[in-house]
């Protein structure tokens, strides 16, 4: 998938629209709904996106009387979210469902003889409508969209956010100034950034280590050594053939790059933050954001930004991808496509529910979301907010590539098993095994898992 997005041939300009407050916009005609009308949008929580959906919320009641936008959202740790949406589609009462977004990896060949879970079997088996002649789908790049929701010639939800997930650190501008450093490029750079800070009695680093936030450490600098100096629109062939060599038994989880990935990662986690195994996510943030004076650098997604600046408005941060290699170069961020909006086969107000994503999406509402969330804009016409903590991630972006997932695990492995890859929270400094070892486990178990 071509990631040029600055090079994208511009939209046709819309139609003058009339401002609204909180900085959205009212474009096309009024849709009128029986006063019975609600319509069911679920998505999870993240307190800037759902504080800006309820204003579009607001904005599509004020153009359709009589109808209530209803708004259901669970957090994604201790399986939360999961339970709110399988509860939503037995009961088939949500019009308007947020995924995170698929990739073509989701979809093994059936020489593999695995189904699709999740997002990917609700497309595969028909259960979203296909957006791909919807009129506010010309707004973003067919590309992207085909590769994040794409199946069968049909594309079956908008994405509307991207972050940067796995490689994200956030860091403390002053604290670096203070002792004359900058924003590090290689691993050998941060490493050294991470020993002085511990010398002079800081804690380096942070992380909600309760809920496995570490793995962004993990995933971020393994794969930035898989992509290495590659493209980044060679990143979905790249994962396609690396999903193919462990299959095959050519790659596995304790082949050399991630034996490497792994040493660099215990590097790292040796200056955590002590007691960090007990952080949960939903806090995470807003601690780090308060203590002005120590951890240095945080380890979330971006879309963490806007709330940290939210729970403390004096603080002087920024944002940067993990330089978990040491050519600077390599050292880019894993973008994340995210929250896809979707829409069910049997939701009840399909009509509305198309006019709420056109709605959502149109250019000024679509704006002030992605400066609300601090999303990477996934629509041409409309740029990436320059924020003030994102001012390296509005210039890096461009460069970023979208990460892998998991190589292709048989229906037989369930959750926790390790074929799947290592439980980082039972792995050091979190428990007591050691990642190399893990690995190896993890190896084994995959090789017995794929065996026919």
Not at 127 to 138: A, I
Not at 293 to 321: E, V
Request: hydrophobic share 40%; glycine share 8%.
């Amino acid at each position: 998938m071509a990631r040029t997005r600055r090079h994208r041939r511009p939209l046709a300009a819309f139609a003058a629209c009339l401002p609204l407050a909180a900085g959205l916009t009212a474009c096309g005609g009024t849709s009128a709904g029986a006063s019975s009308d609600t319509l069911v949008v679920a998505m999870w929580t993240n307190p800037a996106a759902v504080a800006q959906t309820q204003k579009v919320n607001q904005l599509f009641e004020q153009q359709h009387p009589g109808v209530k936008v209803k708004l259901q959202t669970a957090p994604t740790t201790a399986g939360a979210w999961p339970a709110l949406q399988n509860s939503l589609l037995a009961s088939k009462d949500v019009d308007v469902l947020a995924q995170f977004a698929q990739s073509p990896t989701k979809y093994p060949p059936a020489s593999t003889n695995i189904k699709p879970s999740g997002t990917a079997a609700l497309v595969a088996n028909g259960q979203f409508v296909d957006l791909s002649s919807q009129p506010f789908m010309q707004r973003f790049d067919p590309a992207t969209q085909k590769f994040t929701m794409g199946y069968n010639g049909g594309v079956y939800g908008v994405t509307t956010a991207e972050y940067v997930n796995n490689t994200g650190l956030f860091y403390k501008k002053d604290l670096l100034a203070k002792y004359g450093m900058s924003v590090p490029t290689t691993f050998d750079e941060f490493i050294g950034d991470l020993k002085t800070l511990k010398s002079k009695g800081a804690n380096p680093l942070f992380v909600a280590g309760k809920d496995g936030f570490q793995s962004i450490v993990w995933f971020g600098i393994y794969n930035q050594l898989l992509i290495q100096d590659q493209p980044a629109d060679a990143a979905n062939s790249l994962w396609l053939q690396r999903d193919q060599q462990f299959w095959s038994g050519q790659q596995n989880w304790n082949s050399p790059v991630y034996k490497d990935a792994a040493q660099r990662y215990e590097q790292v986690m040796s200056y955590l933050e002590p007691n960090a195994g007990g952080v949960p996510a939903a806090t995470a943030s807003g601690v780090w954001a308060a203590k002005a004076d120590d951890f240095p650098f945080f380890a979330d997604g971006s879309y963490d930004g806007n709330t940290i600046a939210q729970a403390n408005p004096s603080l002087n941060f920024g944002f940067f991808a993990v330089p978990g290699t040491d050519n600077a170069s390599w050292n880019r961020p894993d973008l994340a496509p995210d929250l896809t909006w979707t829409v069910p086969t049997w939701a009840k107000h399909q009509k509305l529910a198309m006019e709420y994503l056109d709605l959502f999406t149109q250019q000024s509402n679509y704006a002030a979301w992605v400066k609300a969330t601090g999303s990477v804009s996934t629509e041409p016409a409309v740029p990436t907010p320059s924020l003030p903590w994102s001012d390296w991630l509005a210039t890096h972006a461009a460069q970023g590539f979208i990460g892998t997932t998991l190589p292709w695990l048989p229906p037989s492995v369930g959750s926790g098993n390790p074929a799947g890859g290592p439980t980082l929270t039972d792995t050091q400094p979190f428990g007591s095994e050691p990642l190399s070892a893990a690995l190896d486990k993890s190896a084994a178990a995959y090789t017995a898992a794929v065996k026919p």
